[in-house]
């Protein structure tokens, strides 16, 4: 049977760990040759040999998407390695969980930078060459905190709720080239970020995040998700199985939004 994704050139975002390997990982593994970028250059050296050790077509390339021209320099790699870019994957965000009183311009400016304004930066980017594919598709990592209100998370959370409106934009703008755009909006999953999250110095925050997830029994499937939880989504979006689908949010949560 042929792979779902032979033939396509996919570039994903914040590819160095946790959901972007994973989805990256997962990629490769339908055909898809992929580029990997992140800022941080070490750890992403290391994922990219791990792939290619398994005996996948992967490039990497350090990228911070937060700069314009390292994200024209990332897009000009696929282009010039592989000659065109199908699937885009805007993944890379930081967290943050700075209370209002703590939150200076240049914070929240620097959040809405790497956890917003990248993603139509890169997209913008990559534009030219997704026009060129016969079935581009965009999908953009958002959150539920995109969707829901959390203490301490105006500026995470308000990026997040930006790139679920921008996705419909984008999804708008671009569907008369053929171009799909979605969004993928993860709850708790065990990742760097995740654990960061657990770390954080407002410990009201830290009882807060444990409790609404676990103590309180808010999470119908029990668990916490794992990256491979968000791949598979990921890979949906990104292949011609979602051939019709475009604009949407997918909520991938545990059940956790399903209830209050
Ligand atoms: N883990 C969760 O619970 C959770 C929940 C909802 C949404 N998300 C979203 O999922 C995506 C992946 O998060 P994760 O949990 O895998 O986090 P992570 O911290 O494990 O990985 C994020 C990656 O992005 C990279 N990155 C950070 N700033 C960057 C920049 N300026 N330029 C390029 N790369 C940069 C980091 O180096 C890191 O490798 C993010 O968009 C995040 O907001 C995560």
Sequence with gaps: MPKRLSERVALVTGA?????????????QEGARVLLSDIDE??????????????????ATPCDVA?????????????????RIDIVVNNAAISDDTP???LD??????????????VLNVSKAAL???????????????SVQGIRGQPHAMAYATAKGGVINLTRCMAVDFGPFGIRANAVAPGYIDTRMAEQKLDTPHEHKTDWFQDIYFKYGRMPLRRAGKPEDIAGPI???????????TGTVLVVDGGFTATY
């Design 42 to 59: 070490t750890v992403l050296s290391e994922a990219a040999a791990s792939l290619t050790r398994e005996g996948f077509i992967v490039a």
């Design 16 to 28: 160095a760990r946790g959901i972007g390997f994973t989805a990256a990982r997962r990629l490769v």
């Design 235 to 245: 890979l949906f979006l990104a292949s011609d199985d979602s051939l019709y689908v």
């Design 100 to 102: 209002v009183e703590e």
């Design 105 to 118: 311009s240049e914070r929240w400016r620097h959040v809405l930078a790497v956890n917003l304004d990248s």
């Design 128 to 142: 030219p060459h997704l026009k060129q594919s016969p079935s581009g598709s965009i999908v953009n990592i958002a």
């Design 67 to 83: 700069k314009i021209a390292s994200i024209e320099a990332m897009v000009a790699k696929a282009a010039r390695d592989w000659g």
